[in-house]
Protein backbone atom coordinates (compact mmCIF):
# COMPACT_ATOMS: atom_id res chain seq x y z
CA UNK A 1 0.00 0.00 0.00
CA UNK A 2 1.01 3.62 -0.16
CA UNK A 3 0.13 5.36 3.52
CA UNK A 4 2.70 8.61 3.12
CA UNK A 5 3.59 10.78 0.56
CA UNK A 6 5.57 13.48 0.04
CA UNK A 7 5.23 16.92 -2.37
CA UNK A 8 6.87 20.07 -1.54
CA UNK A 9 7.87 21.84 -4.63
CA UNK A 10 4.91 25.38 -5.35
CA UNK A 11 2.13 24.91 -7.45
CA UNK A 12 2.87 27.06 -9.62
CA UNK A 13 5.93 24.53 -10.52
CA UNK A 14 3.30 21.44 -10.60
CA UNK A 15 1.00 23.37 -12.88
CA UNK A 16 3.47 24.18 -15.56
CA UNK A 17 4.94 20.25 -15.20
CA UNK A 18 1.62 18.63 -15.41
CA UNK A 19 0.60 21.68 -17.93
CA UNK A 20 -2.40 22.53 -16.10
CA UNK A 21 -4.20 25.51 -14.18
CA UNK A 22 -4.65 25.93 -10.94
CA UNK A 23 -8.35 25.52 -9.54
CA UNK A 24 -9.85 24.42 -5.82
CA UNK A 25 -7.10 24.98 -3.16
CA UNK A 26 -8.42 24.71 -0.09
CA UNK A 27 -4.83 25.10 1.98
CA UNK A 28 -1.64 27.15 2.09
CA UNK A 29 0.78 26.69 -0.59
CA UNK A 30 3.55 25.33 1.69
CA UNK A 31 5.85 22.02 1.91
CA UNK A 32 4.68 18.85 2.96
CA UNK A 33 7.01 15.97 3.38
CA UNK A 34 4.59 13.80 5.38
CA UNK A 35 1.01 13.69 3.85
CA UNK A 36 -1.24 11.27 5.56
CA UNK A 37 -4.19 9.56 4.75
CA UNK A 38 -7.28 11.91 5.06
CA UNK A 39 -5.31 15.07 4.69
CA UNK A 40 -5.76 17.33 1.01
CA UNK A 41 -3.70 16.51 -1.58
CA UNK A 42 -2.72 18.00 -4.70
CA UNK A 43 -4.46 16.24 -7.98
CA UNK A 44 -4.47 16.47 -11.46
CA UNK A 45 -7.96 16.27 -13.52
CA UNK A 46 -9.12 16.94 -16.83
CA UNK A 47 -12.93 19.02 -16.91
CA UNK A 48 -14.26 18.22 -20.82
CA UNK A 49 -16.11 20.85 -20.81
CA UNK A 50 -13.31 23.88 -20.99
CA UNK A 51 -10.90 20.91 -22.16
CA UNK A 52 -8.26 21.94 -19.48
CA UNK A 53 -6.14 20.17 -16.48
CA UNK A 54 -7.03 21.55 -13.51
CA UNK A 55 -5.09 21.89 -10.14
CA UNK A 56 -7.04 20.84 -7.11
CA UNK A 57 -6.91 20.06 -3.32
CA UNK A 58 -9.01 16.85 -2.75
CA UNK A 59 -9.78 14.54 0.37
CA UNK A 60 -6.57 11.52 0.67
CA UNK A 61 -9.56 8.69 0.95
CA UNK A 62 -12.20 8.11 -1.64
CA UNK A 63 -15.27 8.24 -0.55
CA UNK A 64 -17.88 6.51 -2.88
CA UNK A 65 -21.21 8.17 -3.33
CA UNK A 66 -23.28 5.52 -1.74
CA UNK A 67 -21.29 5.50 1.68
CA UNK A 68 -23.41 7.22 4.44
CA UNK A 69 -20.72 8.43 6.24
CA UNK A 70 -16.94 9.82 5.44
CA UNK A 71 -15.40 6.68 7.84
CA UNK A 72 -15.14 4.41 4.70
CA UNK A 73 -12.09 6.80 3.69
CA UNK A 74 -9.93 5.58 6.06
CA UNK A 75 -10.20 1.69 3.64
CA UNK A 76 -10.18 3.55 0.67
CA UNK A 77 -6.61 5.48 0.62
CA UNK A 78 -5.68 2.83 -2.06
CA UNK A 79 -6.72 0.63 -4.57
CA UNK A 80 -5.18 -2.20 -6.14
CA UNK A 81 -4.69 -1.65 -9.94
CA UNK A 82 -5.84 -5.58 -10.11
CA UNK A 83 -9.20 -5.13 -8.54
CA UNK A 84 -9.90 -1.49 -9.48
CA UNK A 85 -12.37 -1.92 -12.06
CA UNK A 86 -14.18 -4.27 -10.17
CA UNK A 87 -15.05 -3.23 -6.79
CA UNK A 88 -17.80 -1.23 -6.26
CA UNK A 89 -16.16 1.14 -4.43
CA UNK A 90 -14.15 2.15 -7.69
CA UNK A 91 -15.31 0.80 -10.87
CA UNK A 92 -17.41 4.09 -11.35
CA UNK A 93 -14.50 5.73 -10.77
CA UNK A 94 -12.06 4.00 -12.99
CA UNK A 95 -14.76 4.16 -15.69
CA UNK A 96 -15.54 8.31 -15.59
CA UNK A 97 -13.62 9.87 -12.78
CA UNK A 98 -9.72 9.01 -13.33
CA UNK A 99 -7.33 11.92 -11.90
CA UNK A 100 -3.35 11.84 -10.78
CA UNK A 101 -1.87 12.42 -7.25
CA UNK A 102 0.66 14.89 -7.71
CA UNK A 103 3.94 13.55 -5.78
CA UNK A 104 7.85 13.81 -4.96
CA UNK A 105 8.13 10.77 -3.40
CA UNK A 106 6.65 8.46 -1.63
CA UNK A 107 6.86 6.34 1.67
CA UNK A 108 7.44 2.34 2.30
CA UNK A 109 7.70 0.61 5.54
CA UNK A 110 10.05 -2.76 6.11
CA UNK A 111 9.04 -4.95 9.01
CA UNK A 112 12.17 -5.40 11.55
CA UNK A 113 10.60 -7.69 14.81
CA UNK A 114 7.82 -5.40 15.67
CA UNK A 115 9.47 -2.40 14.61
CA UNK A 116 8.45 -0.80 11.01
CA UNK A 117 11.01 1.06 9.41
CA UNK A 118 10.06 3.56 7.28
CA UNK A 119 11.79 4.22 3.67
CA UNK A 120 12.04 7.40 1.54
CA UNK A 121 11.20 6.50 -2.66
CA UNK A 122 12.04 9.02 -5.17
CA UNK A 123 13.06 9.80 -8.55
CA UNK A 124 16.97 10.36 -8.76
CA UNK A 125 16.60 13.83 -10.58
CA UNK A 126 14.04 14.71 -7.48
CA UNK A 127 11.57 15.83 -10.39
CA UNK A 128 7.63 15.95 -9.23
CA UNK A 129 5.70 12.63 -10.87
CA UNK A 130 2.11 11.62 -11.54
CA UNK A 131 0.23 8.90 -9.56
CA UNK A 132 -2.70 7.07 -10.95
CA UNK A 133 -5.69 8.03 -8.74
CA UNK A 134 -9.25 7.87 -9.21
CA UNK A 135 -11.70 10.93 -7.67
CA UNK A 136 -15.01 10.63 -6.72
CA UNK A 137 -18.00 13.04 -5.75
CA UNK A 138 -19.42 12.45 -2.24
CA UNK A 139 -22.80 14.54 -0.80
CA UNK A 140 -22.60 14.84 2.84
CA UNK A 141 -26.49 13.38 3.40
CA UNK A 142 -26.37 15.71 7.02
CA UNK A 143 -25.37 18.57 5.66
CA UNK A 144 -25.95 18.85 1.87
CA UNK A 145 -22.52 19.68 1.37
CA UNK A 146 -20.48 17.83 -1.83
CA UNK A 147 -16.73 16.73 -0.96
CA UNK A 148 -14.60 15.33 -3.90
CA UNK A 149 -12.32 12.64 -2.94
CA UNK A 150 -9.37 10.94 -4.51
CA UNK A 151 -7.66 7.42 -3.96
CA UNK A 152 -4.01 5.90 -5.15
CA UNK A 153 -3.77 3.15 -7.32
CA UNK A 154 -1.33 0.37 -6.25
CA UNK A 155 0.29 -2.09 -8.04
CA UNK A 156 2.92 -5.05 -7.39
CA UNK A 157 6.39 -3.73 -6.42
CA UNK A 158 9.63 -3.61 -8.55
CA UNK A 159 13.13 -5.11 -7.77
CA UNK A 160 13.98 -1.99 -5.72
CA UNK A 161 10.79 -1.37 -3.49
CA UNK A 162 10.19 -4.82 -2.99
CA UNK A 163 13.23 -5.08 -0.95
CA UNK A 164 11.27 -3.88 1.82
CA UNK A 165 7.58 -3.80 0.71
CA UNK A 166 4.91 -6.20 -1.99
CA UNK A 167 2.91 -2.70 -2.97
CA UNK A 168 3.53 0.42 -4.57
CA UNK A 169 2.10 3.42 -6.11
CA UNK A 170 1.36 3.72 -9.76
CA UNK A 171 3.46 5.95 -11.09
CA UNK A 172 2.71 6.84 -14.75
CA UNK A 173 4.99 8.31 -17.48
CA UNK A 174 4.09 11.63 -18.53
CA UNK A 175 3.25 10.27 -22.26
CA UNK A 176 0.21 8.50 -20.56
CA UNK A 177 -1.15 11.19 -18.97
CA UNK A 178 -3.73 11.71 -21.75
CA UNK A 179 -5.07 8.45 -22.16
CA UNK A 180 -5.07 8.06 -17.84
CA UNK A 181 -6.99 11.26 -17.81
CA UNK A 182 -9.38 10.90 -20.18
CA UNK A 183 -8.38 13.52 -23.23
CA UNK A 184 -7.70 10.61 -25.37
CA UNK A 185 -9.82 7.51 -26.06
CA UNK A 186 -8.97 4.39 -24.10
CA UNK A 187 -10.17 1.30 -23.81
CA UNK A 188 -10.90 -0.28 -20.31
CA UNK A 189 -8.20 -2.86 -21.23
CA UNK A 190 -5.80 -0.33 -22.29
CA UNK A 191 -6.14 1.66 -19.53
CA UNK A 192 -5.52 -1.52 -17.13
CA UNK A 193 -1.83 -2.02 -18.95
CA UNK A 194 -0.74 1.52 -17.79
CA UNK A 195 -1.16 0.24 -13.98
CA UNK A 196 2.04 -1.68 -14.20
CA UNK A 197 4.74 -1.63 -11.61
CA UNK A 198 7.60 1.87 -12.42
CA UNK A 199 10.55 0.64 -13.50
CA UNK A 200 13.25 0.48 -10.28
CA UNK A 201 16.06 2.45 -12.39
CA UNK A 202 15.06 5.86 -12.45
CA UNK A 203 14.55 5.51 -8.71
CA UNK A 204 15.92 5.81 -5.03
CA UNK A 205 15.47 4.37 -1.82
CA UNK A 206 17.13 5.78 1.50
CA UNK A 207 16.26 5.14 5.91
CA UNK A 208 14.22 8.07 7.42
CA UNK A 209 13.58 8.58 10.95
CA UNK A 210 10.72 6.64 12.33
CA UNK A 211 9.82 9.75 14.02
CA UNK A 212 7.53 10.49 10.98
CA UNK A 213 5.74 7.71 11.95
CA UNK A 214 3.71 8.83 15.02
CA UNK A 215 0.41 10.94 13.86
CA UNK A 216 1.31 14.81 14.20
CA UNK A 217 5.25 13.68 13.64
CA UNK A 218 7.23 16.19 11.52
CA UNK A 219 6.41 17.54 8.16
CA UNK A 220 9.30 19.54 7.47
CA UNK A 221 12.27 18.78 5.18
CA UNK A 222 13.85 16.97 8.25
CA UNK A 223 11.73 14.12 7.62
CA UNK A 224 13.66 13.15 4.79
CA UNK A 225 16.79 13.02 6.26
CA UNK A 226 19.04 10.05 5.69
CA UNK A 227 19.90 8.01 8.98
CA UNK A 228 22.20 5.09 9.47
CA UNK A 229 21.59 2.11 8.02
CA UNK A 230 19.06 -0.11 9.95
CA UNK A 231 21.00 -3.18 8.54
CA UNK A 232 18.68 -5.07 6.56
CA UNK A 233 21.03 -6.96 3.39
CA UNK A 234 19.54 -6.24 -0.10
CA UNK A 235 19.18 -9.64 -1.81
CA UNK A 236 21.18 -11.18 -4.26
CA UNK A 237 24.17 -7.91 -3.37
CA UNK A 238 26.78 -9.37 -1.38
CA UNK A 239 27.78 -6.52 1.54
CA UNK A 240 25.51 -4.11 0.06
CA UNK A 241 22.96 -2.27 2.60
CA UNK A 242 19.15 -0.55 1.86
CA UNK A 243 19.80 3.22 1.92
CA UNK A 244 23.37 2.87 0.46
CA UNK A 245 23.18 1.55 -2.96
CA UNK A 246 21.44 3.61 -5.65
CA UNK A 247 22.05 6.34 -4.12
Not at 166 to 187: H, N, Q, T
Not at 189 to 206: F, I, N, Q, T
Not at 211 to 230: H, S, W
Amino acid sequence: MCGRFFRHGPREDAANSFRAVIGEILGGDTGRYNIAPTQQVLTVRFNPKTEQRTLDDLHWGLIPSFAKDKKIAYRTINARAETVDTMASYRTAFAKRRCLIVADGFFEWKAFGKKKQPYAIARKDRASFGIAGLWENWKDPTTGEWLRSCTIVTSAANDLVGQIHERMPVILEPASYAKWLGEEDASPAELKALLKPYEAGPLVMWPVSAAMNKPGGPDDETVLDRIDDPGAPVPGVRGARLGTQRS
